[in-house]
């Protein structure tokens, strides 16, 4: 959409002045002189002319009494209209160069200018002595008529190079819209219309005009080679056309519901509303070949005359990055600007997300700020993507207008950001340790660190030191890779804990924290936190962000928060580690290799995988479980959620409670399966289905079921495919995979009361 730069164009000595109350702008000519026409409440209108930006001038051909209309101007500076003399009678006029020229087509009483080619061909209508209206051409003098032979009046609005003539005649069924091409007449009638008028017509001959319907609404239309086109504002029962170009540009206005006016643009179908900012009512009554628009306008102090001037134009298309991507910023955007004055500065503003960065002569420009270039500072600016989209905004100036912000997208991998992993956790009071020893960095896209930051508490005196000098505790500290090989880490106690972060150019990545053999507490925080426990009795809370959190060989806490977690025990066989999930879907927990583990379920779903010799895993209600019991022996309690429970080799004992639960004794296989003894607990209320029963090995243990029996358990019974199914009561089932009544026996159930 092009931007306008609006200067106002107001009555001689503003508005109400010398009783003038109207203005209307008709015109713009190449050097920016405006023409038009200014009214009085009595009915009296005079021509006016205005440089841009300059005074207003009236305009009245010699002989005119108080009655003239400018009907425009050639891009030359031809001024040409018509004018009511004293004795009442109007004539058309052309002004060239201060003298002025009076047009009277031979012997009539009155004569109209409507329009001038661009070969200087003058047309509109004349009243004869004793006759009706007529159309006509003047070329230099040479007049012709024309005339609907089955008309009572023609008169003629637009002339193209090819010689068509459009313009409105009255027959006996009213008024329409008319072409004329080598002489033959074609009236028009859009659809639905009562009557209709031409405007103008565009070098390929389309007709381009208004009409009205039998309920007096008002539309534009555009006539080609048999079809209509109706033109009409949003919501709008109110449509003037009043320009209409070679190009086929249409401008005019229309009425909102409120009643108040609003100026538009139509190219090749493109309906773009065009308002002067703080007007009421706008309308444009043309467009010269520059692309200026014209017209008039109201607000709060009254009516003006207006020009609105296009700027220049930006154009810039989203675009695709790598990570790390340099582009030239003149690649990325093109400046133009239709008046030819060239582009004599632009802003650029980058919101910078995820370290994005512009660079002019390879120094980093701050983001989110305006930054000023000139064309020959912009071929020496590159930009450099970042982490996923960063948004730059581009406005260009002429030296007098500046073009509307382009805003475009640059798209790039999402940077998660570099890794740093402890890799010595075995610290006791008064050790030493050289930062490169104490962790290691990696980045997901290879690129190498630019910065580190460390952080300690002060609790226990432990502090990093930088050649030897010690870094202020409990603050950010900054630490280049070439600086890195200074920095080290002098324990106090067991239980210090330390924080470290890299930036790869891009982004930071999340904070590891770092403990030693003492009982830590951690907490995470509301990023993405890595925390390295080490052997000690450690706690660890999540924060908002996503945290993971690995603990040591001793006797760990995890307890997740609001974000989703991750969290690993490493504990030994005398290891006692529990680990309560957040409440974010998705949660995940590792047990340790050894020892015993409790696991419980965050309540909106989790992952909990036991590796230890014995497991307790309880899943919260509501939420969709999944549990994985390993080699060991395992209990699994479900909530009313879906659970999927998997035992493995283990002696294991599944109670999926309510909702529908899916059990494997063994390893995810079918039936017959199944590794270690397993008992399933059948949960009134709950459905659960045995994927892998095993005959021999597994066992149902059916408590409150009312049954008494094996044969109860047969009598409720009933083959589903593949399944055995034990219908307890209507919502209580068990479903075995592989079983039939004939393979079951009465020591595959235990009936409790």
């Known amino acids: 959409m092009t931007n306008y730069n609006f200067y106002k164009i107001d009555i ?43 005074s207003v001038t009236l305009y009245d051909p010699p002989a005119s009494s108080n009655q003239t209309d400018v009907v425009g101007v050639t891009s030359s500076g031809e001024l040409y209209g018509d004018f009511t003399d004293w004795s009442n009678i109007q004539h058309g006029f052309i002004e060239s160069g201060g003298v002025t020229t009076t047009i009277d087509f031979p012997f009539a009483a009155t004569t109209v200018i409507s329009g001038i080619t661009a070969t200087g061909e003058l047309f509109g209508s004349y009243v004869g002595t004793f006759t009706g209206v007529h159309g006509f051409l003047d070329d230099n003098g040479s007049f012709e008529t024309i005339d609907d032979p089955l008309a009572t009046s023609t008169s003629v609005f637009g002339v193209n190079a090819s010689g068509v003539i459009v313009g409105t005649i009255t027959d006996a069924s009213g008024t329409h819209a008319f072409f004329n091409n080598n002489g033959t007449f074609t009236a028009l009638y859009p659809p639905g219309s009562y009557s209709s008028s031409a405007v103008g017509v565009t070098a390929s001959g389309e007709v381009v005009g208004t009409y009205e319907t039998s309920s007096n609404a008002q539309y534009g239309f555009v006539y080609n080679n048999g079809a209509y086109t109706t033109i009409a504002g949003p919501g709008s029962t109110y449509t003037s056309i009043s320009y209409v170009g070679d190009n086929g540009e249409i401008a005019g206005y229309y009425a909102e519901a409120s009643g108040h006016l609003d100026g538009f643009l139509d190219q090749g179908g493109v309906f773009t509303t065009v308002d002067v900012p703080g007007a009421t009512d706008t309308e444009i009554l043309g467009v010269n070949a520059a692309g200026e628009i014209y017209g008039d306008y109201n607000d709060s102090t009254g009516q003006h005359g207006f020009v609105g001037i296009p700027g220049p134009q930006v154009v ?202 003492a009982n830590d507490v951690f907490y995470a925080g509301s990023a993405s936190d890595l925390i390295e426990a080490g052997n000690g009795n450690d706690t660890f809370y999540g924060g908002s962000g996503n945290s993971t959190m690995y603990g040591g060989t001793g006797n760990d806490v995890y307890v997740g928060g609001s974000g989703e977690s991750l969290e690993v025990g490493r504990g030994t066989a005398t290891s006692l580690d529990y680990f309560y999930l957040s409440s974010a879907a998705g949660s995940e927990a590792f047990g ?108 149902v243990q059916l408590n409150g079921s009312g049954f008494h029996s094996f044969s109860d358990v047969l009598s409720h019974s009933y083959q589903n495919g593949a399944y055995f199914v034990v219908q307890v009561d209507a919502d209580t089932a068990v479903w075995l995979n592989g079983a039939t009544a004939a393979t079951v026996t009465a020591s595959d159930f235990r009936i409790g009361s």
């Open 12 to 54: 001689p000595g503003g508005y109400g002045s010398n009783g003038f109350v109207y203005i209307s702008i008709d015109g713009v000519d190449a050097s920016g002189l405006a023409v038009g026409n200014v009214g009085d409440m009595d009915g009296d209108w005079h021509g006016i002319t205005a440089a841009h930006n300059g």
């Open 316 to 517: 810039a298309s989203n675009v695709t990055a790598t990570h790390g991507e340099t582009f030239a910023m003149s690649s990325l955007l093109s400046a133009s600007d239709p008046t030819g004055a060239g582009i004599a500065e632009y802003v650029v503003y980058d919101t910078g997300s995820g370290g994005a960065q512009i660079l002019v002569n390879g120094i980093a420009q701050p983001s989110q700020t305006d930054l000023y270039l000139t064309p020959a500072q912009l071929a020496q600016t590159t930009y450099r993507s970042g982490s996923g989209a960063d948004v730059i905004w581009v406005e260009a100036s002429n030296g007098s207008e500046w073009s509307p912000w382009a805003i475009f997208q640059v798209s790039a991998p999402v940077d998660t950001g570099p890794v740093v992993t402890v890799s010595n956790l075995a610290w006791t009071s008064g050790e030493t340790f050289a930062a490169t020893s104490l962790f290691s960095y990696s980045d997901p896209f290879g690129s190498p660190a630019t910065e580190y930051e460390v952080w300690n508490a002060a609790t226990n005196d432990g502090e990093f030191e930088l050649n030897g000098t010690p870094l202020p505790a409990n603050q950010d500290n900054i630490v280049t890779p070439a600086q890195l090989s200074q920095l080290s880490y002098v324990t106090d106690s067991a239980s210090d804990i330390v924080w470290v972060r890299a930036n790869d150019g891009t982004v930071w990545g999340p904070w590891t924290q770092a403990g030693g053999n």
């Open 592 to 699: 340790g290799p050894a020892g015993e583990d409790v696991f419980v379920a965050g309540p909106n779903g989790s992952v909990m995988i036991g590796e230890g010799a014995t497991n307790f895993m309880y899943g919260a209600a509501g939420g969709n479980n999944y549990f994985y019991g390993g080699s060991g022996d395992s209990e699994f309690f479900g909530g009313s959620g879906v659970d999927v429970m998997i035992g493995d080799s283990g002696r294991d004992y599944f109670d999926g409670g309510t909702g529908v639960n899916y059990y494997f004794g063994g390893a995810g296989g079918g039936p017959g399966s199944g590794i270690g003894v397993d008992t399933f607990n059948i949960s009134q209320g709950g459905i659960d289905v045995v994927q892998d029963w095993t005959e021999g090995k597994d066992t």
